[in-house]
């Protein structure tokens, strides 16, 4: 299975961009897909999550700006990040819960795409 993220780049504050993250190759089902940052010398920190029922949990800092949504039909997680803030600078990473349809469920990561916010 591939995760790969697309969409990232530099942006004045105040201003919207949108990722989006495709997921391909032995997929069964996919349970839960999310969005993670990690800003430089910082860990990786969750962002926002959706279940495959729709279900989505957001990071207060994001929450009301930030929306993730998804595709299940294109196994295709978006997040479209609205009013963005220099702190909102990082690279954004996307998973994915993939069951293999053998009782297997795996965690995969995209590749990661940079977001740039300048003030």
């Known amino acids: 299975v591939q995760l790969q993220a697309s969409g990232g780049g530099l942006v004045q504050s105040g201003r919207s961009l949108r990722l989006s993250c495709a997921a391909s190759?032995?997929?069964?089902?996919?349970?839960?897909m999310g969005w993670y940052r990690q800003a430089p010398g910082k860990q990786r920190d969750l962002v926002a999550v959706?279940?495959?029922?729709?279900?989505?949990t957001y990071v207060d800092s994001v929450r009301g700006r930030f929306t993730i949504s998804r595709d299940n039909a294109k196994d295709t997680v978006f997040l479209q990040m609205n009013k963005l803030k220099p702190e909102d600078t990082a690279v954004y990473y996307c998973?994915?819960?993939?069951?293999?349809?053998?009782?297997?469920?795996?965690?995969?990561w995209g590749q990661g795409t940079l977001v740039t916010v300048s003030s």
């Open positions: 959706v279940t495959s029922g729709g279900s989505t």
């Open positions: 998973n994915a819960d993939v069951a293999d349809g053998l009782g297997h469920d795996l965690i995969y």
């Open positions: 190759g032995s997929i069964f089902s996919i349970n839960t």
